[in-house]
């Protein structure tokens, strides 16, 4: 059974950046495509980054292309985001998840479980 477990969140003013991180546990994490999804409120939860575990090669949605950076380190079983600019809209609970390729804003995350997520709030 994999484990996911984010941190990082919190509440920013815009303009602000944080750190997410994503351990996984239980599973050969090195040998996954991830990705970080986030769930706003009314929304459906969709892929906002994800990396190959090939080459790491990152694929973005066009909303934080540029702002976001997804990375992973497969020695220690975790993948991160780094969130820049943020924006009022950012707003939202991100989870990590393996995800297949070819990626899409509607990919779903391919392990049987999530993670509980962490909370970014972001204030104008």
């Known amino acids: 059974q994999v484990q996911l477990v984010e941190s990082g969140g919190g509440l920013v003013q815009a303009g602000g950046s944080l750190r997410l991180s994503c351990e996984c546990s239980?599973?050969?994490?090195?040998?996954?495509?991830m990705g970080w999804f986030r769930r706003a409120p009314g929304k459906e939860r969709e892929l906002v980054a994800a990396?190959?575990?090939?080459?790491?090669?990152?694929v973005y949605v066009d909303s934080v292309k540029g702002r976001f950076t997804i990375s992973r380190d497969n020695d220690k079983n975790t993948v991160y985001l780094q969130m820049n600019s943020l924006k009022p809209e950012d707003t939202a609970v991100y989870y990590c998840?393996?995800?297949?390729?070819?990626?899409?804003?509607?990919?779903?995350?391919?392990?049987?479980?999530w993670g509980q997520g962490t909370q970014v709030t972001v204030s104008m």
């Open positions: 998840n393996a995800v297949l390729w070819p990626f899409s804003a509607t990919s779903k995350g391919s392990f049987g479980s």
């Open positions: 990396i190959t575990w090939t080459d790491g090669k990152s």
């Open positions: 239980g599973g050969t994490f090195s040998v996954y495509h």
